[in-house]
């Protein structure tokens, strides 16, 4: 399964409409064993920008493919200059109203399981308990020679002991973590290695072109054959990755459930969209339920 294989995806004419009623989607969680797939829709309330709404990043960015990064000295300077200055963003991110519903409805037994398409951990920091990260987290990193891991934060240490006077001013931040920089302000920004071997690192996330680890990718479909049903929060479904799992669950005869303003490439095969923000009907839902909903987590170390 590869991550991402169309940037580029518009609805057709003839999806079904949405609607602004939540009671389906309060009748699925009263029910039970929901398994929940999100994607960058439910962080944009923390600040988060998602790719394809309107104004969203794609339309002046272009993330990192994993064949340039491995391929291009250059590509990796740009990458973690910008990755560098995106993940002050990310760490001051914190779970928004959608974030804390999800684990409030998890704490209730309602859900078969957790997958998210996002990378900036949120759900975990609501939380959420064994979460999926589909396209992995940007908390961590890990060397493409040794296959070592460590803590984001420790490398974001030593990048800023490199690059002292790197204070580049972005233009905007994107869902990968990636900042808006020039090639200028990238100027003569210096990478650090793997202090175990020497090796090239990478954030431990899949990279568009990149193939998501299989025993991964079969957890996932597990995880679709024990639900009741698929509820999708915030995702266009573009990535195949997220799209297959709604096409198992279809297949299977297992509702499906969208969350998302727009138009996504699975509502053909949902029962029903609900076309309003993640945190407007999630805490909608949970009074309907009498789920309370915690407010703000505490800040991430």
Sequence with gaps: MRMRPTLNWTPAGDLPPGTTDVMPVADVLSA????VVTGAGISTESGIPDYR??????????????????????????????????????ARARPNAGHRAV??????GMLAGVITQ????????AGSDGVVEL????????????GALSPRGELAARLEEANPLFEPVAAGINPDGDADLTDDQVGG????SCTICGGVLKPDVVFFGESVPPPRVEHCRELVRGAASLLVLGSSLTVMSGLRLVRQASEAGKP?????RDPTRGDQHAVTRVALPLGTALTAVAGQLGVP?????????
């Design 32 to 35: 039970g064993r929901v398994l």
């Design 53 to 90: 709404s309107e104004g969203g990043s794609l339309s002046r960015h272009t993330p990192m493919t994993y064949q340039d990064f491995t391929g291009s000295a250059q590509a990796r300077r740009r990458y973690w200059a910008r990755s560098h200055l995106g993940w002050r963003t990310f």
């Design 103 to 108: 684990a409030a409805f998890q704490r209730r």
């Design 118 to 125: 996002n990378v900036d951990g949120l759900h975990q920091s």
């Design 135 to 146: 396209h992995g987290g940007l908390d961590r990193v890990v060397c493409l020679s040794c």
């Design 189 to 192: 920004f210096r990478v650090v």
């Design 256 to 260: 499906v459930l969208i969350v998302n």
């Design 293 to 301: 909903v915690d407010g703000e987590a505490a800040p991430r170390a």
